[in-house]
């Protein structure tokens, strides 16, 4: 059992959080091995296992320290994440998704942050950006009506962030794309997660019919790209100053890395002394085998590599007040675009040279296999459009991307 970080004990450096954190983390590995039939299963994670990442501090990493949170780097939770997914990569999912909103909601106005925070620093938000909210705008806000898909954890939270475009004022213009945040008591989930791959998420849909939003309970994604957020007058830490598109897409690649390493290491153990039934010979003699374990262990250090590459440079960027050029942010995204599907062709491999034994429900092979194909599938980790968009762009083509 992780135990609880006390935040506001001076006697922690950050350098130990990191390590207590990093720690706590590889202590439930096997905990959430054992759970993950029992995730998937549920189609929520278990409820002990939000009660054991609260405990253990997983959910701070990135809140303000204002509102009790840790306020560490990118690297720190991320290695968490992956750390997690060798145990449940739903679990990882979850984290990385739902940790994440703690991190935006620094972005919103310092009143939202208490409508959230104020009574509990510990309340949870899930999330479904996809544009498709009906936004009327009012005397002080907004009305919003809508039927979002994909929202992870979400009956573990209290709040949700929902996407959806504010009409143009005037002709001409374009709509206005805010995340908008809804308590509980104003929509409804629709229990409606029965699919194959990180069963264990609970990413249902969200109904609102007709809620009134304040304006201070949202956030344009306008200010999150010019890195000029209303939040950034109280919470200036150089971490709340990095793009908002570059933060999120990594919560849904980064728990593809752990259930890769989950997969590689059950496939050396199981394999290093198999014997093949029909033919006789040592899975361990196979050239094919070999080089997907290779292949595999290059893909998660070079996925790793690049990613803690990638948030120095923003750190070193927002430290110093500059701004990353359309360039490098597109390459970025495109490196956070790489990672599930080179994950995937990893474990696809992986999978093949495990034979029969792989297509069995319980076998670790199976779960990552499943589990990764189906992060792949996130909007976030098309690397088709993405990579078209960045090559177009470095031909002198217009950028087809706003969520950078």
Request: charged share 20%; hydrophobic share 40%; with cysteine.
């Amino acid at each position: 059992m992780a135990q609880a970080l006390h935040f506001t004990d001076t006697t922690y450096s950050r350098d130990l959080m990191r390590e207590k954190l990093l720690a706590s983390a590889e202590e439930m590995v096997p905990t959430l091995q054992a759970r993950a039939q029992e995730t998937a299963r549920l189609g929520k994670l278990p409820q002990q296992t939000i009660d054991e990442m609260q405990t253990a501090g997983f959910f701070k990493i990135l809140q303000p320290q204002r509102h009790g949170g840790l306020e560490l780097t990118p690297k720190d939770f991320f290695d968490v994440q992956i750390k997690l997914a060798e145990g449940c990569m739903s679990t990882a999912w979850v984290l990385g998704v739902v940790a994440i909103h703690n991190w935006q909601l620094a972005l919103y106005p310092e009143q939202a942050q208490q409508d959230v925070w104020g009574s509990d620093s510990s309340t949870l938000i899930s999330s479904s950006y996809m544009p498709v909210g009906k936004v009327t705008p009012v005397d002080g806000g907004y009305q919003l009506s809508g039927h979002w898909s994909f929202s992870s954890g979400s009956k573990h939270c209290d709040w949700v962030f929902l996407g959806g475009m504010v009409p143009p004022s005037a002709p001409g213009e374009a709509p206005d794309y805010r995340t908008f945040l809804v308590p509980r008591s104003d929509y409804t989930i629709v229990d409606n997660w029965d699919v194959s791959g990180l069963e264990g998420t609970g990413s249902n849909d969200i109904v609102v019919e007709d809620k009134f939003v304040p304006e201070h309970r949202t956030h344009r994604a306008l200010d999150g790209f010019a890195c000029q957020s209303p939040g950034n007058a109280l919470n200036s830490a150089p971490l709340y100053h990095i793009p908002f598109g570059q933060i999120f897409v990594r919560a849904v690649c980064s728990s593809s890395i752990g259930a890769l390493q989950c997969a590689l290491d059950a496939f050396v153990k199981i394999n290093r002394d198999r014997v093949g039934l029909n033919d006789g010979k040592k899975v361990s003699l196979d050239p094919g085998a070999q080089l997907s374990v290779a292949r595999a262990r290059a893909t998660i250090d070079e996925c790793k590599t690049i990613m803690y590459r990638n948030f120095n440079i923003m750190l070193e960027h927002a430290a110093s007040g500059e701004q990353l050029d359309l360039d490098e942010r597109l390459k970025m995204r495109f490196d956070a675009a790489q990672v599930a599907p080179r994950c995937a062709e990893a474990v696809n491999d992986l999978y093949v040279f495990s034979g029969a034994q792989g297509i069995y429900r319980d076998h670790p092979i199976n779960r990552a296999w499943l589990d990764i194909n189906a992060g792949r599938n996130h909007v976030a980790n098309n690397i088709g459009k993405i990579g078209r968009n960045l090559g177009g762009t470095m031909m002198g083509l217009d950028n087809e991307d706003t969520f950078l």
